[in-house]
């Protein structure tokens, strides 16, 4: 089986590379079900190698299911056995969140309304899993059976390694993740979330601002974009991060935004706005703001991500701004893309960042009874930011 990462290196044999050169051009639709591909000799010319090079790529190609060998009358391409179909690849069920679903289930709703074919496989986090998902590709290749993939939520490792396979085919492939991943991508502009953000906060009268995120060591767009905005606008600023976790749970996050809220509201230097980039660290962070006594916003101004159409920050009867997500636009995005990629229409824009709406807090009621807000002692320790 061609491997792009592989065809792409100096010391791959020859024969190798034309059987990739030839595949792509099959399964780009430039040879069609039922056309003859080019005699050896013919593409031995066309690509500078010898004859029997391009012999064995086409035996390859035999052993591939894409060319049907018929003796001395020449290679043709396989004629399709199935209709295509596409594939939503994710993690299990059990290890993703509700914005998942959200892009899983847009997805499908678009492949039914388009009369397409597909479904969901779904891959856990164990790494055995990998040889399994791969060679199942594999066999939807040889069967001509695979239009295109979505990639959602992947690992970046496990997702290179399905675009290298994919892409070695010319079949196109999505990715539904936060960074822009080659060849197309679709994500949520969070980078562009967090200097709105911290504006909004700016404009409000913050002048020491602290940003609470998750794995910020591992995206460093996060904290680039955060410290950037501030310097700019000339406010103190400061970032807290939960370590990156693979198995982290949602009670985690909400621990995290406890104790961090907490500790960050008992010392000195207090800040007056609290950038908070996940909903259930946000969760944590404002129910140890309620314990404390600290009036929002008098005392400080918080801006959350949340979902579109999520009740949270809404249940803590705060006025608190939000940096609100609509998943849904990022799956019509996804979708939009695969049809340009299979069309072969020009993309002009291979990544695409969907823009959060940036809602600003109502107006503080003066007279909402909370008292005067000015820290508690060093070292008081939170309480479990479970529900």
């Known amino acids: ?6 065809v792409q290196a100096q010391d791959v044999p020859a024969t190798a590379k034309v059987a990739s050169h030839f595949a792509s051009r099959i399964l780009s639709g430039h040879y069609l079900p039922g056309d003859r591909l080019p005699s050896v000799r013919a593409g031995a ?13 086409y035996k390859r190609l035999q052993g591939d299911g894409l060319v049907e060998l018929k003796g001395r009358v020449g290679a043709f391409v396989r004629r399709k056995t199935k209709t295509a179909e596409y594939l939503i690849v994710t993690g299990a069920p059990s290890l993703q969140g509700n914005y998942v679903a959200t ?5 499908l709703e678009r492949m039914r309304a388009a009369g397409l074919s597909g479904g969901v496989r779904y891959v856990e986090r164990d790494a055995s899993q990998l040889p399994f998902l791969l060679d199942s590709l594999r066999g939807m290749i040889r069967e001509r059976a695979l ?11 496990w997702a290179a390694k399905i675009s290298g396979l994919l892409g070695a085919y010319s079949i196109p492939v999505v990715h539904l993740s936060r960074r822009p991943a080659a060849p197309l991508s679709a994500a949520l502009d969070t980078p562009g979330a967090i200097r709105a953000g911290a504006r909004l906060l700016a404009r409000a009268g913050c002048g020491r601002l602290a940003m609470l995120a998750f794995g910020a060591e591992r995206y460093e767009d996060i904290a680039e974009s955060f410290v950037a905005t501030c310097e700019a606008l000339g406010i103190d600023h400061r970032t807290e991060s939960m370590p990156f976790a693979p198995n982290a749970e949602l009670a985690d996050f909400e621990r995290y935004g406890h104790a961090t809220a907490t500790r960050l509201m008992s010392g000195r230097n207090l800040p007056d706005g609290l ?9 944590g962070a404002l129910a140890a703001l309620l314990r404390m006594g600290a009036r929002v916003p008098q005392d400080v101004r918080v801006c959350v991500h949340a979902r579109k159409g999520d009740s949270f920050p809404d249940v803590f009867g705060l006025p608190v701004s939000r940096m609100e997500a609509d998943d849904a636009a ?22 695409v960042r969907r823009p959060l709406k940036i809602i600003p807090a109502e107006a503080a009621d003066a007279a909402g009874g909370a008292k005067p807000f000015a820290g508690v002692e060093a070292g008081a320790t939170a309480q479990g930011g479970d529900r």
Request: proline share 5%; charged share 20%; net charge negative.
């Open 1 to 6: 089986m061609v491997d792009l990462s592989l």
């Open 45 to 57: 010319r066309e690509l500078g190698v010898h004859y029997l090079t391009v012999a064995g790529a």
């Open 103 to 107: 892009l899983t289930g847009g997805l």
């Open 147 to 157: 239009g295109g993939a979505w990639v959602v939520n992947i690992a970046p490792d």
């Open 275 to 283: 950038l908070i980039l996940d909903d259930f660290i946000g969760r």
């Open 330 to 351: 990022v799956a019509e995005s996804a979708f939009d893309l695969m049809e340009q990629a299979v069309r072969g229409e020009p993309i002009a824009e291979p990544h």
